[in-house]
T-cell receptor, first 111, second 117 residues
Framework: GNSVTQMEGPVTLSEEAFLTINCTYTATGYPSLFWYVQYPGEGLQLLLK?????DKGSNKGFEATYRKETTSFHLEKGSVQVSDSAVYFC??????????FGTGTRLQVFP | NAGVTQTPKFQVLKTGQSMTLQCAQD?????MSWYRQDPGMGLRLIHYSVGAGITDQGEVPNGYNVSRSTTEDFPLRLLSAAPSQTSVYFC????????????????FGPGTRLLVL
Protein backbone atom coordinates (compact mmCIF):
# COMPACT_ATOMS: atom_id res chain seq x y z
CA GLY A 1 0.00 0.00 0.00
CA ASN A 2 0.87 3.66 -0.11
CA SER A 3 3.16 4.98 2.60
CA VAL A 4 5.30 7.88 3.75
CA THR A 5 8.73 7.62 5.37
CA GLN A 6 10.31 10.50 7.28
CA MET A 7 13.72 10.87 8.82
CA GLU A 8 13.78 10.22 12.52
CA GLY A 9 14.37 13.06 14.89
CA PRO A 10 14.97 14.99 16.80
CA VAL A 11 16.77 17.38 14.52
CA THR A 12 18.72 19.86 16.63
CA LEU A 13 19.99 23.08 15.06
CA SER A 14 21.31 26.46 16.04
CA GLU A 15 19.40 29.53 14.98
CA GLU A 16 20.07 30.60 11.36
CA ALA A 17 21.22 27.10 10.36
CA PHE A 18 19.99 25.39 7.20
CA LEU A 19 17.27 22.82 7.63
CA THR A 20 16.46 19.69 5.66
CA ILE A 21 13.88 17.13 6.74
CA ASN A 22 13.72 14.15 4.42
CA CYS A 23 10.47 12.61 3.25
CA THR A 24 10.04 9.83 0.72
CA TYR A 25 6.87 8.14 -0.38
CA THR A 26 5.54 5.00 -1.99
CA ALA A 27 2.42 5.37 -4.07
CA THR A 28 0.77 4.30 -7.27
CA GLY A 29 -0.42 7.02 -9.56
CA TYR A 30 0.10 10.70 -8.85
CA PRO A 31 -0.49 11.58 -5.21
CA SER A 32 -0.61 15.03 -3.67
CA LEU A 33 2.01 15.76 -1.01
CA PHE A 34 1.78 17.89 2.10
CA TRP A 35 3.82 19.13 5.01
CA TYR A 36 1.93 19.80 8.24
CA VAL A 37 3.44 21.41 11.35
CA GLN A 38 2.48 20.90 14.98
CA TYR A 39 3.62 23.58 17.42
CA PRO A 40 3.83 22.61 21.11
CA GLY A 41 0.42 22.03 22.64
CA GLU A 42 -1.46 22.61 19.40
CA GLY A 43 -3.08 20.65 16.60
CA LEU A 44 -1.54 20.23 13.16
CA GLN A 45 -1.76 22.96 10.55
CA LEU A 46 -0.92 22.91 6.88
CA LEU A 47 2.52 24.33 6.09
CA LEU A 48 2.69 23.73 2.33
CA LYS A 49 1.58 21.35 -0.39
CA UNK A 50 2.29 20.26 -3.96
CA UNK A 51 -0.08 18.50 -6.30
CA UNK A 52 2.05 17.33 -9.22
CA UNK A 53 5.60 16.45 -10.18
CA UNK A 54 8.11 19.33 -10.09
CA ASP A 55 5.69 21.58 -8.18
CA LYS A 56 7.31 23.55 -5.39
CA GLY A 57 5.29 24.37 -2.31
CA SER A 58 6.43 27.26 -0.13
CA ASN A 59 5.31 29.11 2.98
CA LYS A 60 6.97 31.02 5.85
CA GLY A 61 10.42 30.51 4.29
CA PHE A 62 9.95 26.74 4.02
CA GLU A 63 10.08 25.00 0.64
CA ALA A 64 9.57 21.48 -0.69
CA THR A 65 9.73 20.20 -4.28
CA TYR A 66 7.71 17.23 -5.51
CA ARG A 67 10.32 14.91 -7.09
CA LYS A 68 8.67 12.00 -8.83
CA GLU A 69 11.94 10.51 -10.06
CA THR A 70 13.19 10.10 -6.48
CA THR A 71 9.72 9.84 -4.87
CA SER A 72 10.70 12.55 -2.42
CA PHE A 73 9.31 15.75 -0.92
CA HIS A 74 12.08 17.04 1.34
CA LEU A 75 11.38 20.10 3.50
CA GLU A 76 14.00 22.87 3.51
CA LYS A 77 14.52 26.25 5.10
CA GLY A 78 17.55 28.45 4.62
CA SER A 79 17.70 29.98 8.10
CA VAL A 80 15.71 28.51 10.97
CA GLN A 81 14.47 30.44 13.99
CA VAL A 82 13.72 29.35 17.52
CA SER A 83 10.05 29.81 16.71
CA ASP A 84 10.31 27.03 14.08
CA SER A 85 10.72 24.45 16.85
CA ALA A 86 7.87 22.01 16.26
CA VAL A 87 7.03 18.57 14.92
CA TYR A 88 6.80 18.33 11.14
CA PHE A 89 4.67 15.72 9.37
CA CYS A 90 4.88 14.70 5.75
CA UNK A 91 1.57 13.44 4.32
CA UNK A 92 0.25 11.91 1.12
CA UNK A 93 -3.15 12.20 -0.50
CA UNK A 94 -3.83 9.39 -2.95
CA UNK A 95 -7.40 10.28 -3.97
CA UNK A 96 -8.91 7.91 -1.45
CA UNK A 97 -10.90 9.16 1.54
CA UNK A 98 -7.80 8.99 3.73
CA UNK A 99 -4.62 10.99 4.20
CA UNK A 100 -1.48 9.02 4.99
CA PHE A 101 0.88 10.65 7.48
CA GLY A 102 4.51 9.99 8.26
CA THR A 103 5.68 9.49 11.82
CA GLY A 104 6.74 13.09 12.30
CA THR A 105 10.14 14.73 12.83
CA ARG A 106 10.79 16.92 15.85
CA LEU A 107 12.85 20.04 15.18
CA GLN A 108 14.56 21.82 18.06
CA VAL A 109 16.22 25.17 17.35
CA PHE A 110 18.47 26.73 19.97
CA PRO A 111 19.54 30.40 20.16
CA ASN B 1 -15.22 31.16 13.10
CA ALA B 2 -14.09 28.96 15.95
CA GLY B 3 -12.74 26.36 13.49
CA VAL B 4 -12.48 22.83 14.89
CA THR B 5 -13.13 22.54 18.61
CA GLN B 6 -12.55 19.53 20.85
CA THR B 7 -13.62 18.79 24.40
CA PRO B 8 -12.35 17.89 26.88
CA LYS B 9 -8.70 18.93 26.64
CA PHE B 10 -7.59 16.30 29.11
CA GLN B 11 -9.29 13.26 30.63
CA VAL B 12 -8.30 10.46 32.99
CA LEU B 13 -10.31 7.23 32.83
CA LYS B 14 -10.19 3.94 34.62
CA THR B 15 -10.07 0.72 32.63
CA GLY B 16 -13.57 -0.25 31.56
CA GLN B 17 -15.09 3.22 31.80
CA SER B 18 -16.79 4.77 28.82
CA MET B 19 -16.63 8.31 27.52
CA THR B 20 -17.27 10.46 24.49
CA LEU B 21 -14.76 12.83 22.96
CA GLN B 22 -16.54 15.75 21.37
CA CYS B 23 -15.59 17.37 18.07
CA ALA B 24 -17.39 20.23 16.34
CA GLN B 25 -16.64 22.47 13.38
CA ASP B 26 -18.39 25.62 12.17
CA UNK B 27 -16.96 25.74 8.64
CA UNK B 28 -19.67 23.62 6.99
CA UNK B 29 -17.12 20.94 6.17
CA UNK B 30 -18.44 17.68 4.78
CA UNK B 31 -15.43 15.55 5.72
CA MET B 32 -14.45 14.87 9.34
CA SER B 33 -12.00 12.43 10.83
CA TRP B 34 -10.44 11.22 14.06
CA TYR B 35 -6.75 10.43 14.54
CA ARG B 36 -4.72 9.20 17.43
CA GLN B 37 -1.14 10.33 17.92
CA ASP B 38 1.33 8.07 19.67
CA PRO B 39 5.09 8.47 20.09
CA GLY B 40 7.00 7.02 17.16
CA MET B 41 3.81 6.15 15.29
CA GLY B 42 2.69 9.49 13.96
CA LEU B 43 -0.99 9.98 13.24
CA ARG B 44 -3.21 6.98 12.68
CA LEU B 45 -6.72 7.30 11.33
CA ILE B 46 -9.44 5.86 13.56
CA HIS B 47 -12.73 6.70 11.79
CA TYR B 48 -13.86 9.20 9.23
CA SER B 49 -17.04 10.59 7.70
CA VAL B 50 -17.65 12.00 4.23
CA GLY B 51 -20.94 13.58 5.22
CA ALA B 52 -23.84 13.49 7.68
CA GLY B 53 -25.09 9.95 8.17
CA ILE B 54 -22.00 8.34 6.63
CA THR B 55 -19.07 6.93 8.59
CA ASP B 56 -16.29 4.47 7.82
CA GLN B 57 -13.34 2.80 9.50
CA GLY B 58 -9.78 3.95 9.28
CA GLU B 59 -6.56 2.17 10.17
CA VAL B 60 -7.21 1.54 13.90
CA PRO B 61 -11.01 1.45 14.51
CA ASN B 62 -11.22 -1.27 17.18
CA GLY B 63 -12.55 -0.05 20.51
CA TYR B 64 -14.04 3.14 19.06
CA ASN B 65 -17.46 4.09 17.72
CA VAL B 66 -18.55 7.20 15.83
CA SER B 67 -21.73 8.72 14.48
CA ARG B 68 -22.43 11.75 12.31
CA SER B 69 -25.98 12.94 12.82
CA THR B 70 -25.19 16.56 11.84
CA THR B 71 -22.64 18.20 9.57
CA GLU B 72 -21.11 20.05 12.53
CA ASP B 73 -20.53 17.27 15.07
CA PHE B 74 -18.50 14.07 15.00
CA PRO B 75 -18.20 12.49 18.45
CA LEU B 76 -15.84 9.61 19.19
CA ARG B 77 -17.02 7.05 21.75
CA LEU B 78 -14.90 4.71 23.82
CA LEU B 79 -17.27 2.03 25.12
CA SER B 80 -14.84 0.30 27.48
CA ALA B 81 -11.54 2.11 27.85
CA ALA B 82 -8.26 0.18 27.88
CA PRO B 83 -4.74 1.36 28.77
CA SER B 84 -3.78 0.87 25.11
CA GLN B 85 -6.11 3.76 24.27
CA THR B 86 -3.95 6.21 26.20
CA SER B 87 -3.08 8.71 23.51
CA VAL B 88 -3.66 12.17 22.13
CA TYR B 89 -6.74 12.34 19.93
CA PHE B 90 -7.16 14.84 17.12
CA CYS B 91 -10.25 15.65 15.14
CA UNK B 92 -9.86 17.13 11.66
CA UNK B 93 -12.17 18.40 8.94
CA UNK B 94 -12.12 19.60 5.34
CA UNK B 95 -14.60 20.86 2.77
CA UNK B 96 -14.53 17.63 0.85
CA UNK B 97 -13.05 14.21 1.30
CA UNK B 98 -9.39 13.84 0.33
CA UNK B 99 -10.72 11.39 -2.24
CA UNK B 100 -12.73 14.07 -4.02
CA UNK B 101 -9.64 16.01 -4.94
CA UNK B 102 -6.34 15.08 -3.41
CA UNK B 103 -5.51 18.66 -2.40
CA UNK B 104 -7.93 19.24 0.44
CA UNK B 105 -6.41 21.01 3.43
CA UNK B 106 -7.23 19.35 6.72
CA UNK B 107 -8.09 21.63 9.67
CA PHE B 108 -7.20 20.14 13.01
CA GLY B 109 -8.58 20.71 16.48
CA PRO B 110 -6.28 21.30 19.47
CA GLY B 111 -6.49 17.68 20.65
CA THR B 112 -7.70 15.70 23.64
CA ARG B 113 -5.11 14.04 25.85
CA LEU B 114 -6.51 10.80 27.28
CA LEU B 115 -4.96 8.73 30.04
CA VAL B 116 -6.44 5.32 30.83
CA LEU B 117 -5.32 3.78 34.10
Amino acid sequence: GNSVTQMEGPVTLSEEAFLTINCTYTATGYPSLFWYVQYPGEGLQLLLKATKADDKGSNKGFEATYRKETTSFHLEKGSVQVSDSAVYFCALGDNTDKLIFGTGTRLQVFP
Amino acid sequence: NAGVTQTPKFQVLKTGQSMTLQCAQDMNHEYMSWYRQDPGMGLRLIHYSVGAGITDQGEVPNGYNVSRSTTEDFPLRLLSAAPSQTSVYFCASSYNSPGTSGVETQYFGPGTRLLVL
